[in-house]
């Protein structure tokens, strides 16, 4: 997660201890044996360099993706690994357009990678979007604020018992991802676009039940 080298000394480190368990030591040992390949040290080391670089990688489907990334940080997504990136390309990204140069880019479909470092000026964060939500019933008293987005959480006087939670948004598909676990508990308010768009993906479903 960002964190490999460190990761490998503490292999090391623990590798050295005798009261380490067996399947424990044979799972660091497949680690160090094979970290991960030299381009995803290389990517890791130009985020903390605060680096702007070129990434070229072909995907399991051998299409080709360029990208020229101006900020970059390593994340999980549902027991994933991917790297969420802020690139100057947009052309295929179905992503609503103040969101369109955000890219999450899965590992594991990386076969062969190219990477060189590029002139510009590292940017400080992904492009973000506020979406309001309202949230009701058990999920309303059950919600746990998740801090590092949400701006806003509170209590609403009309109607009651119900929250408002007002969040930054990077990426609108892993945001719905998330909205439709919740079910006809949570509602997005706004902005239209996103309101809109989620409705519209409501429909489509509705349509394989109704057909």
């Not at 044979?26 to 094979?34: L, R």
């Not at 290389?42 to 070229?56: D, G, K, M, S, T």
């Not at 002139?119 to 999920?139: Q, T």
Request: hydrophobic letters at 40%; aromatic letters at 12%.
């Amino acid at each position: 997660m960002g964190q490999l080298e460190d990761a490998l000394i503490l292999a090391h480190l623990l590798l050295e201890r005798s009261e380490i368990p067996l399947p424990l030591r044979q799972e660091i040992e497949q680690f160090v044996a094979n970290p991960a390949a030299p381009w995803r040290i290389q990517v890791e080391r130009y985020i903390r360099q605060q680096q702007p670089f070129q990434l070229a990688y072909q995907d399991a489907a051998e299409r080709v993706w360029n990208f020229t990334i101006f900020y970059a940080e390593p994340t999980q997504h549902e027991e994933r690994q991917y790297l969420d990136c802020w690139c100057e390309e947009t052309e295929g990204n179905r992503d609503i357009a103040e969101l369109c140069h955000n890219w999450c880019l899965r590992f594991d479909r990386m076969a062969e990678v190219a990477i060189s470092p590029i002139k510009g000026r590292w940017r400080s964060h992904l492009d973000s979007m506020a979406v309001e939500l309202h949230l009701h019933r058990g999920l309303a008293f059950a919600y746990r604020s998740k801090t590092e987005a949400d701006v806003i959480n509170e209590w609403l006087s009309e109607p009651p018992q119900v929250r408002r939670v007002v969040r930054r948004v990077t990426n609108i598909f892993w945001f719905f991802r998330e909205v439709r676990r919740y079910g006809a508990d949570c509602v997005i308010v706004s902005p239209d676009e996103v309101r809109d768009r989620f409705r519209q993906e409501l429909l489509a479903m509705m349509a394989h039940y109704n057909a």
